[in-house]
């Protein structure tokens, strides 16, 4: 069985209604194909587990991800609808598999065929989000109950409510004595204070756990405690850590301080007075001053011992023994905690057995050390918690005051709603039975809180019972869980796959990978199964990162390129330069790609197609690795989507404009106003500046021998004579005198179209400047501006979201080729790509300091919310010394292992979002040290060279000295495009200024009738009629779509330009006084009325003979009178979207107009436009006409294949003229 048939079993067994399945589903392996072929079963086939689509319960982690399964969801079924009964018992089929009942019957193929109406019926019916949004319907029936206001609102950006609490908490601080004290503590700056507890708000979900497992995890315990205040739970968070700290002293009363002191004091007084001995036994010759150390090493000890006063209060215990421990530290301890050597004489062998045989003696001291550190370290997070929990207080209060709940709530509560036994199930009853099935993606970003809200409704279902069997699809792969700061739990899934499994539960893994080339797929897997990056997955995981591979039609690439070194100064690692050389080299490479037309598989096509923009990825692990990468590839004019990373109020165009609203706001702000000076607004080079700012009179002295007052640099400007810069004072001036009676937003218009602000920022800056500066103006009018927008109060908030990363940057059109995406490994989880570049890889994992945990395999672990670099690391001990037990050093090592694993996790992320090709690289950052640069690149490169040795002979993963590398080699000029040769005395190429490029119209009205009128229509005998309409005819106006009648007896029907044949005279004129343009519009007007009436409405007149002959000529009785089962209409309005062509001037084209007569019969669509031009009795007039109006017909023959794809459309011409015989007055159109 080959590698996609053994997939596809694996899809097929995972995908069985009747079964409750765990299915790990490695990247690119068709999980999404096995969630929507199980949802389509549970849906169609007929087994006691059929359900309504209602019914099912679909939870994935990310709307993205939620939206992506909607549309796939949504694409199968049309498919399915839109199918013969044939093809769709054969689509069936490959869904269903080899059953035992067997092909699809005839009442599943019907139901196939009406599930996309089901899901069109009902949109809000359909139980597919996120986790959040389960919750949300939850509370939404069950408010009361969970003490909630029934009008509650999400709170997505609690920012401005956590300021808000936070400053309430600095007034309780001046009040309140034990808050004070703890702030001392912590540390005496407000800022410094606001950072230290953001982890008490961004750690919620563990926190709120913790607590409730303090304060009692049953029902009526949390039902007492929903509106107690958190900090009546700090003394049980103490003896909590306490208890976990201090396994030996947990139930030790009195003043721990006073009794660790003594005891180091007396131990210490033990080490120095029995460590001359033991040594001086243990060697017969002290070389060098090892001796004189000695002695000295036990005299220091001894004189600190006798410092130690046994009497020491209470108040001043703590203090005294923070004294003695830094003194013993120092004595004992390097400043990175390694204990000390207290010799430099003698053999290798000596000083290490002399190091040794000390640190054996100083034992005891080691561990009641390491106790008071850990005193010292419970008293900073009892500190913590205090403030803390208050805050956390003070926030609950305002979110209850503006009846809001936080994302951390919404689960709270939700699970709060099911504590308790049968909870599940009267829930479940209450919401009558609205849960059959549950279906979770993305499992293993899941947080036990999460788990905790399905699990009771999965054991409900497990347990079985009832006439329906009731399922449960949990999907993942734990080597893609990349959110641990968000609280998610890797281990949870085999967790729960071993629970399941005491289930009869299938327990099943996809093996083959549909997404990537062998060079990726492989490479990947070996890799991570060679030094150094072996053993950094889960032990479970590391063989599941080997694939087999279902695409052979390429090898693939997988290049890891060496680090790029500084051009300037090659010896010089570390150096940025070598970064912006890796950036260079990185949009060269790009560029030429593209230009060579490297081709690319297209999934959508089947087939190869060339390279275009929109298939290249580009990767960076944090969002503040972008900023060279975006300038070189601007500069090689290759068009871009900025990262998602909060940068509009960073955007230098938005903080000139933010100079501008604050000098405006306050005329004496001089930074400001030099800003806006020397800005695109306006334009005032560096010597105009300098000379503005020596007229200001800095460092003069009056004639009383006092320095004068400089005068504002508003002054200075209003006062000088030269004529641009008194041009950009008028305009300050028109501004300022606007700024008291404009909203902030009509004032940034009035600004952009007096300096014509946006074009000048694209000149400068490039078209990513143009549209930040439009989204500003957008924010101008949204609610984030509080209060009456004002310039100032806009300004407050785009600082603000500076500070935060809040506001995203304005996103770009795009063309056909669409625009390279720069993303983080983060927001690319989910995506894929023809060509990716993982960049900036050279710089070290810029880790979060990961949280620990006490006793972390617990749901409620104590948190160490505040612990330093220096208590993290521990003691470092000589070798054969065995080192105390620490129950810190356990924690810690734990919570670095989680994180060792989840920065595997994102290198295995970015990996595998290529397709074709993938390339490593970045710029050299080992800087000048002597400590070993470990990097993603670097590991990387190290396994390429481990895994080559133990790979076959085809092995397709490279990692090239930099010398062998073309990427190296050629740089800036790119792989493969050497720069033209040239003779020596000719003058260098002048350099390639990069153009942005022309914005496209979001789209472009196609109305038919414009695409006949128009006289640049190709009239040549070979020219497509569609095409013509769609490429050439496109033009937008506002008048009546089928305005033939507004011609003229033998003129032109655009600008009078006569296009008819100049031999083809008018017939019929119309009689003298009557406007064409009247005449053809009663026409209509009356044919339409008998349509509806049935009869010709009473009249006379020209225009009335000319309709009533028309409608009751026997020939055209189809038209005017269909026969039985057909459907007609009159005067119908369509509108259709099409995807414009490559070079258009639109991105879309919308086609509008109006259908004169519509017919619909079951033997096709007729489509009547109805003609009162005069002359159409002439065979070659006629002709003519017929052509004329060609591409109108033929835009409205599209637009009706879209709406009957199975029916033939034919359209036609109705010529009212009443020169012409009846039976010559409609004409088929083709």
Not at 1205 to 1215: D, K, Q, Y
Request: glycine share 8%; aromatic share 6%; net charge negative.
């Amino acid at each position: 069985m080959n590698a996609i048939d053994q997939a596809r079993r694996i899809q097929l067994k995972a995908s069985r209604p009747d079964r409750s399945v765990v299915l790990r589903a490695a990247a690119g392996s068709g999980k999404t194909t096995a969630l929507v072929n199980r949802f389509l079963r549970l849906c169609l086939e007929r087994t006691t587990a059929r359900a309504a689509p209602g019914t099912i319960l679909a939870v994935t982690f990310t709307r993205k991800a939620a939206v992506e399964i909607q549309e796939r969801l949504r694409r199968e079924a049309r498919q399915l609808a839109l199918a013969a009964p044939d093809e769709r018992a054969l689509r069936l089929a490959a869904i269903f598999g080899d059953r035992e009942r067997g092909a699809p019957d005839e009442q599943e193929i019907a139901a196939a065929g009406a599930l996309y109406e089901q899901l069109l019926a009902d949109t809000s019916g359909l139980n597919l989000g996120t986790i959040h949004s389960f919750c949300q319907v939850v509370l939404g029936r069950f408010a009361r109950e969970a003490g909630l206001d029934p009008t509650f609102g999400v709170l997505e950006d609690p920012h401005d409510l956590h300021d808000e609490a936070f400053d309430l908490l600095v007034g309780e601080i001046a009040q309140d004595p034990l808050l004070a004290d703890a702030a001392r503590r912590l540390g005496a700056h407000p800022d410094s204070l606001r950072n230290t507890l953001q982890v008490c708000l961004d750690e919620g979900m563990r926190l709120e756990r913790w607590l409730q497992a303090a304060r009692g995890d049953d029902e009526a315990t949390r039902a007492a405690h929903r509106r107690a205040p958190r900090t009546e739970a700090l003394p049980a968070l103490e003896a909590d850590l306490r208890r976990h700290l201090f396994p030996g002293l947990a139930d030790i009363d009195g003043n721990l301080h006073a009794r660790l002191g003594g005891q180091l004091a007396a131990a210490l007084g033990a080490f120095a007075q029995e460590l001359p001995a033991v040594v001086r036994a243990a060697f017969d010759v002290f070389p060098g001053k090892s001796g004189a150390n000695l002695d000295k090493l036990a005299a220091d000890a001894a004189a600190l011992a006798a410092g130690w006063d046994p009497s020491v209060d209470d108040a001043r215990a703590e203090a005294a023994a923070n004294r003695l421990g830094a003194d013993v530290a120092g004595l004992l301890l390097t400043k990175g905690n390694k204990v000390r050597s207290y010799t430099l004489s003698g053999g290798a062998e000596f000083k290490a057995e002399f190091i040794a045989l000390v640190a054996t003696q100083a034992l005891p001291v080691f561990t009641l050390l390491m106790d008071l550190t850990r005193l010292e370290l419970l008293a900073e997070n009892v500190a913590l918690l205090r403030l803390g929990l208050r805050l956390r207080d003070l926030v609950a209060e305002l979110k209850r005051r503006d009846r809001v709940v936080d994302f951390q709530d919404l689960e709270d509560m939700a699970s709060g709603l099911l504590a308790g036994p049968g909870r599940a199930q009267e829930l479940q009853y209450r919401l009558d039975d609205a849960i059959q099935h549950i279906l979770v993606d993305e499992f293993q970003d899941t947080n036990i809180n999460q788990w905790e809200l399905l699990e009771p409704f999965v054991s409900e279902f497990l347990a079985g019972g009832g006439d329906r069997t009731r399922t449960v699809f949990l999907v993942g792969d734990v080597k893609q869980s990349i959110y641990g700061f968000r609280g998610a739990w890797p281990r949870l899934f085999s967790d729960v796959a071993r629970q399941m499994e005491d289930y009869d539960c299938d327990v099943l893994a996809l093996p083959t990978n549909f997404r990537s080339r062998r060079a990726i797929v492989e490479g990947v897997g070996e890799l991570f199964n060679a030094p150094p990056l072996a053993g950094r997955l889960e032990p479970e995981e590391q063989l599941g990162v080997r694939q087999e591979w279902a695409r052979t039609d390429r090898p693939g690439t997988f290049i890891i390129h060496a680090p790029f070194p500084d051009p300037d100064d090659p010896e010089s690692a570390g150096a940025g330069g070598g970064e912006q050389a890796a950036a260079r080299a990185a949009a060269a490479m790009v560029r030429s790609m593209r230009d060579t037309h490297e081709l690319v598989y297209d999934a959508h096509l089947k087939a190869e197609r060339p390279l275009q923009w929109r298939d290249v990825l580009v990767l960076a692990r944090f969002r503040t690795d972008f900023a060279l990468y975006e300038r070189a590839f601007r500069e090689a004019g290759i068009p871009f989507l900025p990262p998602g990373r909060g940068m509009l109020a960073a955007s230098r165009e938005v903080r000139d404009l933010v100079a501008l609203l604050r000098w405006l706001a306050w005329p004496d702000d001089n930074v400001a106003l030099a800003t806006v000076l020397r800005s695109p607004i306006a334009r005032i080079d560096q010597g105009a500046l300098q000379a503005l700012l020596s007229q200001r009179g800095v460092m003069q002295k009056r004639d009383d021998g006092g320095w004068r007052e400089p005068r504002a640099l508003w002054q200075a400007l209003r006062a000088s004579t030269d004529p641009q810069v008194a041009a950009v004072a008028t305009q300050l001036s028109e501004w300022r005198r606007k700024l008291d009676f404009e909203t902030c937003h009509d004032l940034l218009r009035r600004i952009a179209r007096d300096v014509d602000l946006p074009r000048r920022y694209q000149v400068a800056l490039g078209e990513q400047a143009r549209f930040n500066l439009e989204r500003l103006y957008d924010l101008a009018l949204g609610g984030d501006v509080l209060g009456t927008p004002t310039a100032r109060r806009l300004a407050d908030m785009i600082e603000r979201a500076a500070a935060r990363g809040t506001q995203e940057e304005a996103p770009l059109p795009s063309d056909g080729e669409g625009r390279v995406r720069f993303l983080t490994v983060h927001g690319a989880k989910g995506l894929e790509a023809p060509v990716v570049l993982l960049v900036d890889a050279d710089h070290k994992s810029q880790r979060r300091t990961a949280q620990v945990c006490l006793d972390a395999d617990a749901r409620h672990p104590a948190l160490l919310l505040a612990t330093t670099a220096r208590q993290r690391r521990g003691y470092e001990f000589p070798e054969g010394v065995e080192a105390p037990a620490d129950p810190l050093a356990a924690a810690v090592r734990d919570a670095e292992g989680r994180d060792e694993a989840e920065q595997a996790h994102l290198l295995y992320v970015a990996l595998t979002r290529a397709r074709d090709r993938l390339h490593v690289l970045g710029g050299d950052r080992a800087g000048s040290g002597s400590r070993e640069h470990r990097s993603p690149l670097r590991d990387l490169r190290e396994a390429a060279v481990g895994a080559a040795a133990a790979a076959a002979a085809d092995w397709a993963v490279e990692a090239p000295a930099a010398d062998d590398d073309a990427l190296h080699r050629e740089g800036g000029s790119g792989p493969g495009v050497p720069g033209p040769a040239r003779e020596p005395h000719e003058p260098p190429p002048a350099p390639a200024m990069w153009q942005p490029p022309v914005r496209r119209a979001r789209f472009a009205l196609v109305r038919p009738s414009a695409a006949a009128d128009d006289p640049r229509h190709d009239r040549r005998d070979d020219a497509d009629p569609e095409d013509a309409a769609a490429a050439e005819a496109i033009r937008v106006d506002d008048a009546r779509p089928d305005d033939d009648a507004r011609e003229g007896q033998g003129t032109a029907p655009d600008a009078g330009v006569d296009v008819r044949p100049a031999r083809v005279a008018a017939a019929g004129a119309l009689p003298p006084g009557v406007s064409p343009a009247e005449h053809g519009d009663r026409v209509h007007r009356l044919l339409q009325a008998a349509c509806l009436a049935g009869v010709m409405p009473p009249g006379s007149g020209p225009a009335h003979d000319e309709a009533t002959a028309v409608f009751a000529a026997p020939p055209l009785a189809r038209v005017f009178r269909p026969q039985a089962g057909a459907f007609a209409r009159s005067e119908v309005p369509v509108i259709a979207r099409r995807t414009a062509a490559r070079g258009a001037p639109a991105v879309e084209q919308r086609i509008t107009g109006v259908i004169d007569r519509l017919v619909v019969g079951p033997d096709g669509v007729d489509i009547i436009d109805y003609k009162t031009n005069r002359g159409a009795a002439d065979p070659a007039q006629r002709a003519w006409l017929i052509d004329h109006y060609r591409p109108q017909l033929a835009a409205y023959r599209e637009v009706m294949t879209l709406l009957h794809p199975g029916l033939p459309v034919r359209t036609w011409l109705l010529f009212t003229d009443p020169a012409l015989p009846h039976d010559q007055r409609l004409h088929e159109v083709t």
